[in-house]
């Protein structure tokens, strides 16, 4: 018995639609992970503290939660204890009476009370460009 030729229609041999499914899927999920961490969500980024100024020492903290009370520990030539409270946008700016200059090691430590962290250490300030006039 000879046999005809094959019938039309799709060949259960090749079939990809199972395999085209699951990579349209994929994508799909790789474009909304994706989405979701380029708005400008600041709740995924992490606390920072920088220091903006020296006289008088003026300390910055960005990405906190927003409204978060903030305890400061601030440890230059003497220690002090302060505290703020970050914006909506988890920001907050805070002057010390500490007497500083370029050359003072600080060390500033924040602690919020919804669970964020920051510190900045300039344990070993750079001073080697402060003008000198030795005799």
Same mark, same amino acid.
């Given at each position: 018995?000879?046999?005809?030729?094959?019938?039309?229609?799709?060949?259960?041999?090749?079939?990809?639609?199972?395999?085209?499914? &699951?990579?349209?899927?994929?994508?799909?999920?790789?474009? /909304? *992970? %994706?989405?979701? =961490? @380029?708005? !400008?969500?600041?709740?995924?980024?992490?606390?920072?503290?920088?220091?903006?100024?020296?006289?008088?020492?003026?300390?910055?903290?960005?990405?906190?939660?927003?409204?978060?009370?903030?305890? &400061?520990?601030?440890?230059?030539?003497?220690?002090?204890? /302060? *505290? %703020?409270?970050? =914006? @909506?946008? !988890?920001?907050?700016?805070?002057?010390?009476?500490?007497?500083?200059?370029?050359?003072?090691?600080?060390?500033?430590?924040?602690?919020?009370?919804?669970?964020?962290?920051?510190?900045?250490?300039?344990?070993?300030?750079?001073?080697?460009?402060?003008?000198?006039?030795?005799?």
């Amino acid at each position: 018995m000879e046999e005809g030729p094959a019938p039309a229609g799709p060949s259960h041999c090749c079939d990809t639609s199972g395999a085209m499914r &699951l990579i349209g899927v994929t994508i799909a999920a790789l474009l /909304l *992970a %994706a989405s979701g =961490s @380029a708005g !400008g969500d600041t709740s995924s980024k992490r606390p920072t503290l920088r220091l903006v100024d020296f006289e008088p020492l003026t300390v910055r903290g960005h990405n906190f939660k927003s409204g978060e009370r903030v305890k &400061l520990l601030v440890s230059a030539r003497s220690v002090q204890r /302060l *505290a %703020a409270k970050a =914006s @909506a946008r !988890g920001e907050f700016t805070v002057e010390l009476s500490a007497k500083t200059d370029r050359c003072t090691a600080v060390v500033v430590q924040a602690f919020g009370n919804r669970g964020s962290r920051a510190m900045v250490d300039m344990t070993t300030p750079d001073c080697a460009s402060v003008d000198r006039i030795d005799p």
